[in-house]
């Protein structure tokens, strides 16, 4: 019920497609739903972030889709390019029971080729 | 410009001896987090921490990993005695909550032979 599943593993897009990476989870009570993104050698840092009272959050190229009834929630990147070549990670947290844990998913690494 | 610190970047020790890991974390964030990834298991958390105080260490193998934090500036994750599962990079993290950012230190890759 903790898990947060993502898909796909890797994904190759060229300069100026959109790519979409989707995640779904089990937990209803979970109400913070972040995308983080790491580049090699780094960190992860916060992309974008969304909670369930809205349907969708969009910062520049990057929009989060999230269906509440479906338990899903999805990445979108606009006019992709080189540079967005990362591995993103969708999580999710809930404050109730106590621990407010962040839970992430597996990861999906983007390739973007020129 | 504020940024997570973490010593060491890189750790190369052998089976069974004491692993120390250091975190700064931003000033004045009051909540500290460890992490580990692993292409396995992807991004675990392993302890948090808010005001110093642990708050949930559950992810965390006890007989042989613990965390600490001495003063505010300053976080610690010891493995003893290191084992080669615990090859990983070991991600330090602050922020003011578990529901908002989050800011991740570079890691400290570690490899146990």
């Known amino acids: 019920q903790q898990q947060v599943k993502q898909s796909p593993q890797s994904l190759i897009v060229q300069k100026g497609g959109i790519s979409i990476i989707n995640c779904a989870y089990e937990?209803?009570?979970?109400?913070?739903f972040p995308w983080y993104q790491q580049f090699p050698g780094k960190g992860p840092a916060l992309l974008i972030a969304?909670?369930?009272?809205?349907s969708e959050k969009k910062e520049g190229r990057f929009t989060i889709s999230f269906n509440k009834s479906a338990k899903q929630f999805s990445l979108h990147i606009m006019d992709s390019q080189p540079g967005d070549s990362a591995t993103y990670f969708c999580?999710?947290?809930?404050?109730?029971?106590?621990?407010?844990?962040?839970?992430f998913g597996k990861g999906t690494k983007l390739t973007v080729n020129p | 410009d504020a940024r997570v610190t973490q010593t060491p970047r890189h750790k190369v020790t052998e089976m069974g001896q004491e692993v120390t890991m250091r975190c700064q974390p931003i000033?004045?964030?009051?909540?500290v987090f460890w992490y580990r990834q692993t292409m396995m298991q992807g991004l675990e958390l392993l302890a948090y921490?808010?005001?110093?105080?642990?708050?949930?260490d559950s992810g965390m193998p006890k007989d042989r990993f613990s965390a600490e934090m001495p003063d505010a500036t300053l976080a610690t994750l010891k493995i003893q005695p290191s084992e080669p599962r615990d090859s990983a990079v070991y991600f330090c993290?602050?922020?003011?909550?578990?529901?908002?950012?989050?800011?991740f230190g570079p890691g400290t890759r570690l490899l146990v032979l």
């Open positions: 000033l004045g964030h009051n909540t």
């Open positions: 993290a602050s922020g003011w909550a578990t529901q908002e950012t989050q800011y």
């Open positions: 969304i909670r369930p009272d809205v």
């Open positions: 937990n209803t009570a979970f109400d913070y």
């Open positions: 921490f808010r005001n110093r105080a642990p708050l949930d």
């Open positions: 999580a999710a947290s809930t404050q109730q029971g106590g621990s407010e844990k962040l839970v």
